[in-house]
């Protein structure tokens, strides 16, 4: 079975500062790909990024980055220098289904980022 | 920019109605998918479909919920008979491809109140 925590439920930031969200995953599966989406008060959901699990090089994107260890099975994101429109539940997704050919993805009972000007 | 389309944007619905949630994924897309996110929730996963046929459901997906691509370009969620337990934000997801290294590109939501 795969399974995504996102341990903290609420963070609360003052503007400029650089927050970590945490997700550790558990999976079975040697192939899998983990993502992060956002989720803006609007409601849509929006990619951030998908990481494959042959790959633990960590990204940079602006002021976004991502640190994958699959040695602790964790995918945290870190935003640097926040800003007000980073305000949104932040979401934490796996998929597995290589076998299967499913595709779909099981989510993190996601993060919700509040930064304050 | 191709993109997913969810109507009703918002439906509200009487308890024990039937309801349609739609969506237009986009168009070379092969695999299509139905998550639920109960208000303040997690995004939870409902269903997939490929090749006209479901490939895998959750718990969620009871015999009160069915899908199905009519014409090719469509792809429905219907609620047989609603509860108040359903409302919630239905999303729909289409990927391209077979692998999982692609992004699932979701519609914006329809908000399913049931009263």
């Known amino acids: 079975a795969q399974k995504v925590t996102q341990a903290q439920t609420e963070i609360s930031v003052v503007e400029k500062e650089d927050v970590t969200l945490d997700c550790v995953y558990e999976t079975r599966d040697t192939t899998y790909y983990l993502f992060w989406y956002k989720q803006p008060p609007s409601g849509e959901l929006v990619f951030l990024i998908r990481?494959?699990?042959?790959?633990?090089q960590n990204e940079i994107s602006g002021r976004y980055s991502w640190n994958f260890q699959k040695s602790t099975s964790s995918f945290n994101f870190t935003i640097t220098a926040s800003q007000v429109v980073d305000s949104a539940v932040y979401f934490c997704?796996?998929?597995?289904?290589?076998?299967?050919?499913?595709?779909?993805?099981?989510f993190g009972a996601g993060t919700r980022l509040t930064v304050k000007p | 920019e191709p993109e997913v389309t969810q109507t009703p944007s918002h439906q509200v619905t009487q308890m024990g109605q039937e309801v349609i949630l739609r969506c237009v994924p986009i168009?070379?897309?092969?695999?299509f998918y139905w998550y639920r996110q109960i208000l303040g929730q997690k995004v939870e996963f409902l269903v997939s479909?490929?090749?006209?046929?479901?490939?895998?459901k959750s718990e969620i997906f009871d015999d009160q919920f069915s899908v199905e691509r009519p014409d090719g370009s469509n792809f429905t969620l219907k609620i047989r008979s609603t509860k108040l337990e359903d409302s919630a934000m239905y999303f729909c997801a289409s990927i391209q491809g077979q692998a999982m290294n692609t992004e699932a590109f979701f519609g914006q939501g329809t908000r399913l109140t049931v009263v």
């Open positions: 990481r494959n699990s042959f790959d633990e």
């Open positions: 997704a796996l998929s597995d289904s290589f076998q299967h050919n499913n595709n779909d993805m099981r």
């Open positions: 168009s070379n897309h092969l695999y």
């Open positions: 479909f490929y090749n006209n046929e479901i490939s895998e």
